[in-house]
């Protein structure tokens, strides 16, 4: 089946410093959309892309949606403590799939 | 997730025994949809389903798995005889018809199957 290699697994970073996450494919995604899932909670939608070569951004979190539409990056500026979580990559298919293939996570630990 | 509810929000069973997840999406919400995460896994799609359709059952990983939804609105999962590697969060997730992206999702159930 269709899969996301999401890129780094795992981030230890310090409060202020900029983070950058990605994720590929080698099929062709009609939407790519980013979640952060907190301890306990399921995930939460942060960014929907729809257009090769989109960027969009939602305050700190910025995500483009590559122009090959196999790829997809977020970036997080200025991280905060309340930035830690699993952020996950989601691909929507072509074919008019209504289901979503999801990465496997990058788990981000910000260090006060 | 807004307003989806899921329970029991931790589950531990025995080996062999049946568990049943329960799910209550937000009203109106016309797709609803199951997923697992094993511990530092993503999301693995297990089931769909969207209005009076037949249900999209491809993502079920073996006959113990089975789920309903009545009414167009609560749904359960449930697993018959479990084994261990049944052991994940299994996660609902709601959304309005045609728009993919907005999934709403719940917090999910941790099932522990010893």
């Known amino acids: 089946g269709q899969q996301l290699n999401q890129s780094p697994q795992s981030m230890f970073i310090q409060e202020g410093e900029d983070v950058s996450m990605n994720c590929t494919s080698s099929s062709i995604f009609n939407t790519w959309l980013w979640y952060k899932q907190e301890p306990g909670e399921g995930p939460v939608l942060l960014i929907a892309?729809?257009?090769?070569?989109e960027l969009t951004s939602n305050g700190r979190l910025t995500a483009q949606f590559g122009i090959t539409r196999k790829d997809s990056f977020l970036n997080i500026s200025a991280s905060i403590p309340s930035d830690v979580g699993i952020y996950f990559c989601?691909?929507?298919?072509?074919?008019?799939?209504?289901?979503?293939?999801f990465g496997k996570g990058t788990k981000l630990t910000v260090n006060p | 997730g807004a307003g989806v509810s899921q329970s029991p929000s931790n589950k531990v069973t025995e080996k062999g025994k049946d568990v049943e997840l329960r799910c209550d999406p937000i009203?109106?919400?016309?797709?609803l949809y199951w997923y697992r995460q094993s511990l530092g896994q993503g999301l693995e799609f297990l089931i769909y389903?969207?209005?009076?359709?037949?249900?999209?059952k491809s993502g079920l990983p073996s006959d113990r798995f089975s789920a309903e939804r009545t009414g167009g609105s609560v749904s359960t999962l449930t697993i018959q005889r479990t084994q261990q590697e049944d052991s994940a969060v299994y996660l609902c997730?709601?959304?309005?018809?045609?728009?993919?992206?907005?999934?709403?999702f719940g917090p999910g159930t941790r099932l522990t199957v010893l």
């Open positions: 892309l729809y257009k090769a070569g």
């Open positions: 009203s109106g919400h016309t797709a």
């Open positions: 389903f969207q209005g009076n359709s037949a249900p999209d």
């Open positions: 989601a691909g929507g298919p072509q074919g008019g799939s209504e289901k979503l293939v």
């Open positions: 997730a709601g959304r309005v018809s045609g728009n993919t992206d907005t999934q709403y």
